[in-house]
């Protein structure tokens, strides 16, 4: 009765996250994407087994090597039982033959997942249930964690999961990436989702923020996976969200403060900027820069390309910002758009012009859009118009529903109460 | 010196409900708390154990072995451990940090010995 564990070696960080969404990619291929959810528990199967070696014996010198092994045999072992072996027939003959090598050889893997991520986003598929696909079987997050990254129940993911589950069945999807005519467009839909889930992650709402981060971090690998395709070389796009999303993520710590109040640009502390994610955005930057098209993410990149490369706010190259917000407003209309680039208009040529322009889109706002009405508070503030911005800033209040939001901008009305006594 | 056996007994399915972020985190947790105490000569060995197996049971007229009786409850690992005394090995024991994680129930039992001979 003795045993010493082996020279036990550490696990890499999310290691058997990404593990898991290694294998149900791979796995699916020889099951199809009607039983992607047996491809997962084969996999969940896996990483139990796991567990309990492991944690007795020391994680092996090898562990990925031990996962795709027994994972490898578990799958054939299914493949193999009566109800299938006639289906299976092929793809069993396949998976015996071949080595663990072959079957997890990185190309391999790599091509698996990008083809689950055009699976994922099958435009059959809703988008929220695309992301919480993609969250489930790419990205290997759990049903509680995806939950609380977009702060609802483990049931409603569940819901969406089973629906996009059933989906991919009812649409016999395959497990094949689209031909060359409907590439690019299936390719739009997969980024549209990537940075979907960016967003969800990036915004400063509620919500667990070191979760929050994963899903930021979760779309850069996925899109990354596309940028070093060989089949996606000809593209732009996706360089150019790499960027964006490597860009606007370096500020992460920098825009939400210790209570978890959104902080913005000009008030950022710039130290805060993570500058590794800002070298690595602008080397993807080169590749965009020699685009033939421009699109919304090459854009949006270049703008946060200024940001990023500023010294100081007052010193940001905001003519520059206003030439790109023109081009997007030409294409995107948005009150977002218009917004930001009201905010380039005042650095450009004075809160006054700013204001005019702001006043003009009034009516086509709704009246419910309170970063409208803070953003005009600024400029009024910055005009001196002290009691015209306490009247936007109650009006935006109307609309703020989360507490500490409410709270700071009663503090800015203050602000402004106390300039008008002085 | 004492010896004690520990019967791990897991309960439910809550590890398979564990989202492989968690697992990873069980693995290195519980993993380094066995390593630390076969390194410190507290643990003499610790295994897991197949969730399947046979009973053997009878007397000297008839032996039969049957398939395991599986119930709710059911051993799935254990420690063999030494220490001063029951209490020393308890408090060992709360601090397997497989406890943060969810419901486990150890039991913990002396190796019978006879004083004064063994």
């Given at each position: ?36 959810n ?60 071949s080595?663990?090598d ?6 391999r ?22 992301v ?117 993520a ?48 090459h ?15 007052a ?39 700013a ?11 709704p ?7 803070s ?48 | ?59 000297k ?26 209490e ?31």
């Open positions: 009765m003795t045993g010493t564990p082996q020279e036990s070696k550490a696990l890499a960080e999310h290691f058997f996250r990404q593990e898991y969404a290694k294998m149900v990619s791979v796995i699916t291929r020889y099951f199809g994407l009607d039983k992607v047996m491809a997962e528990d084969i996999v969940q199967d896996t990483l139990a087994e796991a567990i309990s070696h492991w944690e007795f014996n020391g994680i092996p010198q090898n562990p990925e090597a031990w996962l795709y092994t027994v994972a490898k045999n578990k799958a054939l072992n299914l493949l193999k039982r009566d109800q299938y072996l006639l289906q299976y027939k092929n793809q069993v003959e396949t998976m015996d033959q080595s663990v072959t079957i997890f050889s990185d190309e893997i790599a091509d698996d997942q990008l083809r689950m991520m055009f699976a994922c986003c099958h435009p059959a598929i809703s988008q929220e249930s695309q919480s696909l993609m969250l489930k079987t790419l990205c290997g997050l759990g049903i509680g964690e995806i939950a609380s990254a977009f702060l609802t129940s483990n049931e409603t993911i569940n819901k969406r999961l089973v629906r996009a589950r059933k989906t991919l069945k009812s649409e016999e999807v395959s497990f094949e990436l689209p031909d060359s005519t409907r590439l690019e467009e299936r390719l739009d839909t997969v980024l549209k989702t990537i940075f979907l889930l960016f967003n969800e992650g990036y915004s400063a709402s509620k919500g667990d923020r070191l979760i929050k981060y994963e899903l930021c971090l979760e779309a850069i690998r996925l899109t990354e996976l596309i940028v070093n395709h060989r089949d996606f070389a000809e593209f732009s796009a996706p360089s150019a969200l790499l960027s964006l999303m490597l860009l606007n370096s500020r992460f710590e920098a825009r939400v403060d210790q209570e978890g109040n959104f902080v913005r640009m000009v008030h950022q502390d710039r130290s805060l900027w993570n500058q590794a994610l800002i070298s690595r955005g602008l080397r993807h930057m080169q590749k965009i820069n020699a685009a033939q098209e421009i699109g919304l993410y854009i949006l990149a270049t703008i946060s390309a200024y940001h990023s490369t500023a010294k100081t706010y010193s940001t190259d905001w003519p520059a910002i206003l030439n790109m917000y023109d081009a997007l407003a030409s294409f995107d209309k948005s009150p977002l758009v218009q917004l930001n680039r009201a905010i380039a208009l005042a650095r450009v040529r004075g809160p006054e012009e204001i005019g322009t702001l006043l003009d889109l009034e009516k086509e706002i009246a419910s859009y309170h970063l409208f009405h953003t005009l508070a600024d400029l009024y503030v910055e005009t001196g118009e002290f009691s015209e911005a306490i009247i936007r800033l109650e009006k935006a209040l109307q609309y703020v529903k989360v507490d500490s939001e409410v709270e700071i901008i009663r503090k800015r009305i203050a602000a402004c109460e106390e300039q008008l006594k002085s | 010196m004492k010896e004690f056996m520990a019967f791990i007994y897991t309960e439910g399915d809550h590890m398979a409900e564990m989202s492989p972020e968690e697992q990873q985190l069980h693995v290195e947790r519980v993993g380094g708390y066995i390593q630390g105490l076969m390194q410190s000569g507290k643990m003499k060995s610790a295994q897991p154990l197949e969730l399947t197996g046979i009973t053997i049971s009878g007397n007229d008839s032996i039969t072995d049957a398939p395991f009786n599986e119930t709710k409850e059911i051993i799935g690992g254990y420690y063999h451990l030494v220490g001063e005394s029951l020393e090995v308890a408090d060992i024991i709360k601090a397997d940090p497989r406890f943060l994680d969810g419901p486990w129930k150890i039991e913990l039992r002396p190796i019978r010995v006879v004083d004064g001979i063994n």
